[in-house]
């Protein structure tokens, strides 16, 4: 699927916090129907851009265009209402809420009794589940329990099944196979590939160059705030690319996919 | 076997909820004045009056247990409260009895507001915010009063909506039907409505509730706003059953309320805690007080109670939030 | 010509009236500072205010000034009080409400010569520690509780109320020395009866004090005689007593009130039968007294050589109306009327 223009279009986009850059002078493009790989050591900026594309942060300076309309509010209201969905790792998840709270929180179903709308807990709870047991969740965990219960693990499950059961244009996966079995984390990959094919943009943030290397259109790498590299995996290998990073250097490279 | 499986259950269900510290605590106390003072406690006199007052005192509680569960708190509650109650004598003049309801909750809500709004949009802390409001409101009742509150006209004492805040019906006072009203729709709002659930996510993790499109500022001032309108509502009850008052009323009422909140297990870190436990904390402080008073204790030993029970309450409904209410199913 | 004859009238009329002014301000001997707590938000004011009108009238070579302020705070009262002392008054009346705020300024004041007078408040430490002012024109606490007690046991021998058998002074503010004074001389008072005395705590929140007295009445069946030492907490106590049926109008059954002051709202509940006594501290004269002994000391050197008791006065059904009658002249009708706050 191609569209006429990019998805996302972030230009020359700096952000501050007080004196410390944390963005510098970033541009890059997401497409449609693409799954980008996101890469770069700690502290390079990877969770930052990532963050104001999904209206958390709002750019200090630079702009960013979304299916060509720029974006003038940050809010994660906003981001979520355009259609795209996160899978962050420090955020997400509320302890002191259910499986199922969590599950639908920002989009909860309602019932009207009387006019007045209340939480539809039956729907809540039956969707929730179902969909967290595709994820390998433990029979014996009601979607009643508290997410502060659960393991590393499961708590990952919820947030892909989330991710996955209100998917709409974008996907943004940072680092999502953390605290998953080899089992697992294969389930997301094709996940991964899954969306893609079905026409939504998957931005997909890891450290690891050598497995997104196999299911990504394109590497994107970041440093210190900076894109250092951008290319399309068919013209870069991964050892290529780790060649990049480990140099640290300037190499902005595009090339086309054949 | 099924009975302990009942019991197992139940206890489950109690361990889940927040209130259980406070469930225990009014048990032990009930259990402790029956020891102690059998006749003086158990007569239809002293438990009317303790739960009429308990009610007033509930209604306060209840609202701050919303500004504690969005993990911010509200020093002033006690300063809305006493000038709700004010504005409601002296706007009744002018506006009749209807609109000084309406008019004086109007002041409260804009009391609310205006903190709700420097908290979140000017980023300041909720203990300063509100502890410059209680000031401010405190001083607004003495510029506005000039040192004394003046009476309120029988003819508004005998209004029907007066009659229906502060009157009696059957024999039970208005404040305590009041109060299980409001406890009713405040429970229903907390954890039934798409309102309750993002408040519950605000205070228990803002910026995971934030990233899933939750508009945390609003839901924080939605809290303040509602705790200080269920303040001013207490004060307009309190006056509409006993108008003679002075500049003094409401002081010291929000400490009262933040213990109640506190010990009825609503946890400072915010997304934990119960209305219901609210109410059983203003029982606990208003029975104490009174029995204190009545079993001729000075009146020093029932700020030692309260600081104590504060801390006892604390450690308890943390360690029960923790899961220690699970140690217990599983030690059975 | 005509402007020239216009000239020299226009001269010679402001001639006259400097003349007129200069003698005016000759015929003015003296300026007395009142340097109060009571600012115009607060009808009580009214009595010094008044006093000092009259006081002027009496003694023209004398011009007294009163200076207060709505925002009140000690800090503010220290600010007005020094204020006034550089202004080189000929006397300062000023109630000592902080002695250690008040301190400072009235000595360096008094070193200066400036004679002071306290009124209202005085500054309780015994002579030698205290500020060495010419002397305090006021009430006394202690007396008024004993005064009142006193009088109450009058009433008892005339068989018009039940003899006490528990006494409870219900305080609103356990840090105020004042209080603690009234309620023993109450105490002290009641002493020879036997009846049992209890000093209770009950707070100024209105709710909280209501039920602190129920609570205490419940559990105090004996107690018959209820002192509120502040005029504004008397409806309270009387609305608790007689919600419990405990009778608590004046007459020969059930429990007696008393309270303190000459406010509207003591006053009232006397007229009405519900409280049986209350005082006056003699405000008016608290206006009125202090300066006449800063003339008197200006004038023949006289200083008084103890403290000028200007109260307790008892209120009660004997003399109310005539107190109505007096405190409506100085507060006005509705603000007398507003401030009366019984049902």
Not at chain 1, 114 to 138: H, Q, T, W, Y
Not at chain 3, 213 to 237: C, E
Request: with cysteine; net charge neutral; hydrophobic share 45%.
């Amino acid at each position: 699927m191609t569209a006429q223009h990019p998805l996302i279009q972030v230009n020359n986009l700096d952000l501050f916090f007080g004196q410390f850059r944390a963005l510098n002078n970033v541009s890059v493009d997401f497409k449609s129907g693409e799954l980008v790989g996101l890469v770069g050591d700690n502290g390079a900026g990877k969770t930052t851009l990532i963050r104001v594309l999904c209206g958390i942060h709002a750019p200090t300076r630079g702009e960013v265009y979304f299916d060509g309309q720029r974006v003038v509010e940050f809010h994660p209201k906003l981001a979520i209402d355009q259609g795209i969905e996160t899978i962050q790792q420090s955020v997400g998840l509320c302890d002191n809420l259910s499986i199922a709270r969590n599950f639908y929180l920002g989009r909860e179903p309602v019932k009207r009794i009387l006019g007045i709308p209340f939480l539809d807990f039956r729907k809540m709870r039956d969707i929730s589940a179902r969909v967290i047991r595709e994820f390998g969740l433990r029979e014996n965990v009601s979607p009643d329990d508290e997410v502060e219960r659960l393991s590393g693990g499961e708590r990952q499950s919820v947030k892909i099944g989330r991710a996955v059961e209100f998917k709409n244009r974008v996907v943004i996966m940072d680092e999502p196979t953390n605290h998953l079995s080899v089992r697992e984390r294969e389930h997301v990959n094709e996940l991964a590939l899954q969306l893609r094919s079905q026409g939504l943009l998957v931005i997909y943030i890891t450290h690891d160059i050598f497995q997104v290397h196999k299911l990504a259109d394109r590497i994107v790498i970041m440093e210190n705030g900076e894109k250092i590299a951008d290319a399309s995996t068919d013209s870069m290998t991964a050892e290529e690319l780790e060649e990049v990073i480990r140099q640290g250097g300037r190499v902005v490279e595009k090339r086309e996919k054949k | 076997m099924l009975r302990s499986l009942a019991l197992s259950n139940v206890f489950r269900l109690l361990e889940k909820a927040p209130s259980f510290g406070a469930v225990i605590g009014v048990t032990v106390m009930l259990i402790a004045f029956t020891l102690v003072d059998f006749s003086g406690w158990w007569t239809k006199q002293t438990i009317s009056n303790v739960v009429h007052f308990t009610s007033l005192l509930a209604i306060l509680a209840m609202g701050q247990a919303l500004v504690i569960l969005s993990k911010e708190i509200d020093l002033s509650v006690g300063a809305v409260y006493g000038l709700t109650g004010i504005s409601f004598i002296y706007l009744q003049p002018i506006l009749g009895v209807p609109g000084s309801v309406i008019g004086s909750l109007a002041i409260a809500m804009l009391c609310g507001w205006v903190q709700g709004f420097a908290v979140v949009k000017g980023k300041l802390p909720s203990m300063i915010v509100t502890l410059g409001g209680l000031f401010a409101f405190r001083g607004i009742i003495y510029v506005l009063t000039g040192g004394s509150v003046h009476s309120f006209p029988v003819e508004a004492q005998n209004h029907w909506l007066t009659q229906l805040l502060g009157g009696e019906f059957m024999g039970i006072k208005g404040a305590i039907i009041w109060m299980l009203l409001v406890l009713l729709i405040l429970s229903a709002l907390l954890w039934t409505t798409r309102f309750g659930n993002r408040l519950l996510a605000t205070g228990g993790n803002a910026d995971s509730a934030l990233s899933r499109g939750i508009r945390t500022d609003r839901v924080k001032i939605a809290a303040f706003i509602l705790c200080a309108c269920l303040a001013g509502f207490s004060g307009i009850l309190t006056l509409a059953d006993e108008p003679q008052t002075h500049v003094t009323i409401g002081e010291l009422l929000e400490l009262d309320a933040i213990a109640a909140a506190v010990i009825g297990g609503c946890l400072l870190t915010g997304g934990r805690g119960s209305l219901v436990g609210a109410v059983l904390g203003a029982l606990i402080l208003v029975s104490f007080r009174y029995e204190l008073i009545a079993l001729g204790a000075p009146s020093s030993w029932y700020i030692s109670f309260v600081g104590a029970l504060l801390i006892a309450s604390v450690i308890f409904n943390q360690w029960l939030a923790r899961g220690g209410g699970l140690w217990l199913i599983q030690g059975k | 010509m005509k402007v020239l004859r216009a000239a020299l009238i226009g001269a010679a009329a402001a001639v006259i009236a400097f003349a007129v002014t200069t003698a005016y301000a000759q015929d003015k001997k003296y300026r007395f500072v009142m340097v109060s707590h009571i600012g115009s938000n607060d009808a009580n004011m009214g009595w010094l205010t008044e006093s000092l009108k009259t006081f002027e009238e009496k003694y023209p070579d004398v011009k007294t000034e009163y200076i207060s302020t709505n925002n009140y705070s000690v800090q503010e009262h220290v600010r007005l009080l020094e204020q006034a002392i550089s202004t080189k008054p000929d006397g300062i009346a000023v109630p000592i409400v902080d002695s250690d705020a008040f301190e400072g300024p009235l000595r360096k004041a008094i070193d200066m010569g400036i004679p002071v007078v306290a009124f209202n408040i005085p500054d309780s430490r015994p002579e030698g520690e205290r500020i060495p002012y010419l002397t305090y024109v006021g009430g006394d606490e202690y007396l008024t509780g004993k005064r009142l007690g006193e009088y109450a046991l009058q009433q008892v021998e005339a068989g018009a109320i039940p003899k006490p058998t528990g006494v409870v002074c219900a305080v609103h503010d356990a840090a105020h020395q004042g209080l603690k004074k009234r309620c023993a001389g109450m105490k002290d008072a009641m002493e020879k009866t036997g009846a049992k005395f209890e000093e209770l705590f009950i707070g100024a929140e209105p709710a909280q004090a209501r039920t602190a007295l129920q609570s205490f009445l419940s559990a105090n069946k004996d107690t018959n005689y209820i002192f509120s030492v502040a005029g504004w907490s008397s409806p309270w106590v009387w609305g608790v007593a007689n919600d419990m049926g405990l009778k608590p109008d004046v007459d020969k059954e059930g429990v007696t009130v008393l309270t303190v002051d000459e406010a509207p709202v003591s006053i009232e509940g006397v007229r009405a039968g519900h409280v049986l006594a209350s005082n006056s501290q003699g405000f008016w004269l608290q206006g009125y007294a202090p300066m006449e002994w800063l003339y008197w000391y200006h004038t023949l050197g006289y200083r008084p050589n103890s403290d000028i008791l200007t109260g307790p006065i008892i209120i009660n059904k004997d003399n109310a109306d005539k107190w109505a009658a007096l405190v409506r002249g100085v507060f006005g009708d509705k603000a007398y009327d507003e401030q009366n706050t019984w049902k």
